[in-house]
Every structure is written in structure tokens, then in C-alpha cells.
């Protein structure tokens, strides 16, 4: 490796945006994305409520809009980021099953085939002799 | 970010200072850990089942972030920093078992590599320059290969892409002794070309032949480190066997 392969990745290593090793930013996201769903239903709830004992029609309206679409928004924003990371780490589950089941289907299969080489022990009609040469 | 590197030939490539890491639950497996590898270096962290040998590796791969401590490599801080960030760079893991897609062909496996902006040919001609062997089953499906077969593609594939840092896993998994013996000749041949190698290891004695230096981890904490010289069976016997 010469010397420049080496100043290379020391600078590219310089150059990397650090982020800590605070939590789990999808951790993190997704604990938000619940978070805003249930305020935003509880403040769309709350609004509607307030909204229907309300007089007038212009204080209903404004009820609304500060409580229940905001609320509505908010249950918009929260779902939005729920369903991204929690569909992120199915995925990525699925991928390394798949990825097993794969790998021990394939085993299944070469063991299969390497036992169709050899003959049954114990047979009637087994000869020794071919056992030791199929070996 | 200025860019500028911290990097000078006396610092390590590798170093891990005061680490310490958890799994879910908040069960602590590593208990500040400090080590370091130097450019060219090989060095063997050895110790018993449940030292956290395998712990140690995925915070030094970025695939764990450790609870306390620094990752440094090539001097700078990158504790935080994604696996995939790492490995773009140069820092590339072996993983534990047979780190290659068994559907895949030997070819495709390769091909996975091409993420750090390498082209295919120039990956196949490194791949099968080092393990001939390959070559010859370019075509044909990992997974129905060898268990040596499969890691040298997975050593091969680590290789292929000019690495700095190369962490290693179990190398020796479920391979047969004279195997594991042409494995460590490559890995002593890669670190003679500059690449810094920590690698984790059942096989003692193999793995002691090509490391210059070797960490003894037990219960989380390193027990024991220097040269490997150092190291005889006395030593060995009261990391493995707890005797005093």
C-alpha cells in the first residue's frame, strides 16, 4: 500500500461528519412519529369538543382550526414518520431472514446432493468395497 | 471541517479508547477497552467465549456504537460514524461465519463490492490474482463452494478494493486446520503490504504465528496486551481457564 493510498483516507477520514454516540437517530424518530400521532389525535379531539359547545359560528371555525387541523396535521406528520422507520427496520429483518433462509436452503441442497454420492450403510446390497471407494 | 489530517506515521490507524458497549437491555459487554493497531500491523484479540472479542470488532466496524469511549481512525474521532461510511473509506469487516451470499455467484459476490466506486474487472483481477481458486468458479454459486472456498471470496472480497484497515472475524469458522493455515499465509501476506489487520481468533496458535501483537480480552476488559512473543502458554492457560 503506498503512502499515498494512506494520506488519502486519513483525509477522507478527516472530512467525516461525526454524529456521536448519542442514542439512535431512527430510535429517536421514531419515538416522534408516535409522539405527534397521539398529541395529534388528543388536539383534534380536544378541538372538535370545544368546537361543538362553542357559540357562534366563527369561534367554532376557529376552534377547529387551531385544534383539529392542526391535530390532523400533526397525526399526518406523526403516522408519515412512524410508517418510515418502522417499515425501515421490517425491512431490513426480512432482508436478513431472507438472506438465512437462503443460506440454509442451499445447505440443504449440497448436503443432499453430497449424500447421493454415497452409499446407504446398512443396506442389504451394500458393498464395502464401493462404500470405501465412493469415500 | 477543515480536512486537515491528525495523521502521522506514530499515530495508530486503529485505536479504541476506553470503549465500552451494551446490548438492548443495557447489558454491559465491554468495560473500556483500549487498543490500538499500527499501520502494517496484525494484531490477535484472543480470549474466552463471552469476552466480547466479537463486541469489540462491530464497534471497530461502526455496526455497534459503543456507550462510552472513542473509535479513532488514522487519528481523528469517528466514533458515531455508520459502518457503511467506514467501510467506503477503507475500514472493511469480515464478518463472523461465511460473509457471502450463498444464491450468488462468486461473480455477484464480487460485484457487491463495486459500492466503493471500484469497477468489476478491476475487483476480479485482485480477487482471483490472490485465491486463484476463485477463477475457476467465477460461475458457480457460492453457497456450493467449500466452507474455504467461501471465505477466501469473503476475504477476497474485502480485499478487493484497496482496504486500509481489515477487521476479521472468526476466520476459521468451520474449516479444517490445513485451510485455516493458507487463510492466516494470506492475511500475513496482506499485512506485509501495509494493511493494518485486527483480527479475532479460536485458533490460537495459527493466529499467533503472523500477529505482532496480541490483546488478551476476559469478561469484557483486556486482561493482557503486548507483543505476541510474550505470550506462552502459561499466559494462555490463565485467560482461558481462569486459573491465577
Same mark, same amino acid.
Given at each position: ?5 494512506? !494520506? ?39 378541538? *372538535? ?21 392542526? $391535530?390532523?396535521?400533526? =397525526? ?14 421490517? +425491512? ?9 433462509? &437462503?443460506?440454509?436452503?442451499?445447505? #440443504?441442497?449440497? &448436503? ?24 | ?29 465491554? &468495560?473500556? @477497552?483500549? /487498543? ?13 467465549? $463471552?469476552?466480547? !472479542? ?8 461502526? +455496526? ?7 473509535? !479513532?481512525?488514522?487519528? &481523528? ?11 467506503? /473509506? *477503507? ?20 460485484? @457487491?463490492?463495486?459500492?466503493? $466506486?471500484?469497477?468489476?474487472?478491476? @475487483? ?34 474485502? +480485499? ?17 486446520? @490445513? ?25 490460537? #496458535?495459527? =493466529? ?26 502459561? =499466559? ?9
Amino acid at each position: 500500500m503506498n503512502e499515498e493510498r494512506i !494520506k488519502t483516507f486519513a483525509s477522507e477520514v478527516s472530512e467525516l461528519r461525526v454524529n456521536g454516540a448519542r442514542g439512535d437517530r431512527e430510535r429517536v424518530l421514531l419515538g416522534a412519529g408516535v409522539t405527534l400521532l397521539v398529541a395529534g389525535v388528543a388536539l383534534a379531539v380536544v378541538g *372538535g369538543l370545544r368546537a361543538s359547545s362553542a357559540n357562534g359560528l366563527g369561534n367554532q371555525i376557529a376552534l377547529l382550526a387551531t385544534g383539529s387541523f392542526i $391535530g390532523f396535521a400533526l =397525526v399526518g406528520a406523526g403516522a408519515a414518520l412512524f410508517v418510515r422507520y418502522s417499515i425501515a427496520r421490517f +425491512l431490513r429483518y426480512w432482508l436478513v431472514r431472507l438472506v438465512h433462509e &437462503h443460506r440454509t436452503e442451499t445447505d #440443504r441442497i449440497v &448436503h443432499a446432493i453430497e449424500s447421493l454420492g454415497r452409499p446407504e450403510v446398512g443396506r442389504p446390497d451394500a458393498d464395502p468395497a464401493t462404500m470405501s471407494d465412493a469415500r | 471541517m477543515t480536512g486537515v489530517s491528525a495523521y502521522d506515521d506514530h499515530t495508530p490507524i486503529l485505536e479504541l479508547r476506553s470503549v465500552r458497549a451494551a446490548y438492548d437491555g443495557g447489558i454491559e459487554v465491554l &468495560h473500556g @477497552i483500549d /487498543l490500538q493497531v499500527h499501520r502494517g500491523q496484525v494484531v490477535a484479540l484472543l480470549g474466552p467465549n $463471552g469476552a466480547g !472479542k466479537t463486541t469489540t470488532i462491530r464497534v471497530a466496524s461502526g +455496526l455497534m456504537r459503543p456507550t462510552g469511549g472513542f473509535l !479513532k481512525v488514522a487519528g &481523528h474521532d469517528v466514533t458515531g460514524v455508520s459502518a457503511s461510511s467506514l467501510a467506503r /473509506l *477503507g475500514v472493511r469487516t469480515v464478518p463472523e461465519g461465511r460473509g457471502v451470499f450463498p444464491n450468488l455467484t462468486v461473480r455477484e459476490n464480487l460485484r @457487491i463490492a463495486t459500492f466503493t $466506486g471500484c469497477g468489476l474487472s478491476d @475487483i476480479e483481477e485482485r480477487a482471483y490474482t490472490r485465491f486463484p481458486r476463485l477463477a475457476e468458479r467465477r460461475g458457480q454459486l457460492a453457497g456450493t463452494m467449500s466452507g474455504g472456498e467461501q471465505q477466501m471470496l469473503a476475504l477476497a472480497r474485502g +480485499l478487493a478494493t484497496d482496504p486500509v484497515v481489515l477487521l476479521l472475524d472468526e476466520l476459521s469458522m468451520g474449516l479444517a486446520p @490445513i485451510v485455516v493455515g493458507q487463510l492466516y499465509e494470506q492475511v500475513a501476506a496482506i499485512a506485509a503490504e501495509g494493511v493494518s489487520v485486527l483480527v479475532v481468533e479460536q485458533f490460537v #496458535r495459527t =493466529v499467533m504465528s503472523v500477529a505482532d501483537w496480541t490483546v488478551l480480552l476476559a469478561q469484557g476488559t483486556v486482561r493482557n496486551a503486548g507483543p505476541t512473543a510474550d505470550f506462552d502458554d502459561e =499466559v494462555l492457560a490463565n485467560a482461558y481457564l481462569g486459573s491465577s
